[in-house]
């Protein structure tokens, strides 16, 4: 088993940081550069952007905060939400940005991955699917959850990983805010046609949840928001639930001795 990593995702509704119950409700949390900062200094291997309302106005909002964030976060950072082409990209990489995540613009033309692929390499590439349970099968949603696809969740990160997507973002609609854990049925299920690492979004409200989506989900890396945004755990004190655990994660010293 490869470490693990964690990441917290931060959504914005500019200049906002937000959260919500299965993508809906968004409340206010604060201001998103301070939270980066923390959860940097607090370990964080990565930080995730989405931009919750980009595709519906059809722009993004969050390349300042992203170029006022990479001042002081020097991890990997992912920014998705309103990146429609190679253009859209190349400005939130520009902004400091070490990878962008499609939605929206990547079910209504496939092909865009294969060009951000070609232009910026697959690593870059992270496919973010919105998954809400079908009966047996899970349906692919865009628009922050809002519009169905009619595109099987599985099906269709089968299809991306043909066209050059670097990483995958599985996000279940139906888990996401209720602290009931990860929906690891779908993960397991995108994990097991996966040949690129899968993180796992939505539900996590025990270490032990995050646990099981590695064992039981196959997933590489948890995205992690209501726990960090509400202050129920912090960085270290997951990091050292997953160790005793079992999981591999990334030893922070410096970080787990300021806890």
Excluded at 20 to 47: M, S
Excluded at 59 to 83: A, C, M, Q
Excluded at 165 to 188: H, N
Excluded at 228 to 251: C, F, K
Aim: aromatic share 4%.
């Amino acid at each position: 088993m490869s470490t693990i990593r964690l990441i917290p995702r931060l959504d914005v509704k500019a200049p906002n940081l937000i959260k919500g119950v299965h993508l809906e409700g968004l409340r206010k949390i604060g201001d998103p550069n301070l939270r980066a900062k923390r959860y940097y200094e607090a370990g964080a291997d990565e930080i995730l952007y989405m931009d919750v309302v980009a595709s519906l106005y059809e722009r993004n909002s969050l390349l300042d905060i992203v170029e006022r964030t990479t001042r002081d976060v020097f991890v990997p950072i992912t920014v998705g939400g309103g990146i429609r082409s190679v253009e859209d990209a190349r400005a939130a990489l520009g902004a400091g940005a070490d990878k962008v995540a499609v939605n929206t613009a990547a079910v209504r033309r496939p092909e865009l991955i294969s060009e951000m692929a070609r232009v910026f390499g697959t690593q870059c590439v992270v496919l973010s699917i919105e998954a809400k349970r079908d009966g047996a099968r899970w349906e692919a949603y865009t628009d922050n959850g809002r519009e169905r696809t009619g595109l099987d969740a599985v099906e269709w990160a089968q299809r991306a990983l043909t066209l050059g997507v670097g990483e995958i973002l599985v996000t279940s609609v139906d888990q996401e805010g209720t602290r009931k854990g990860f929906d690891l049925a779908l993960l397991a299920a995108i994990g097991a046609v996966a040949t690129v690492p899968v993180i796992a979004s939505g539900g996590m409200g025990s270490v032990e949840h995050a646990a099981a989506a590695v064992r039981e989900g196959r997933a590489d890396a948890i995205a992690i928001a209501d726990m960090l945004h509400y202050d129920r755990m912090t960085l270290p004190q997951i990091r050292a639930g997953l160790r005793e655990a079992g999981v591999p994660v990334r030893s922070v010293d410096w970080a787990e001795n300021a806890a």
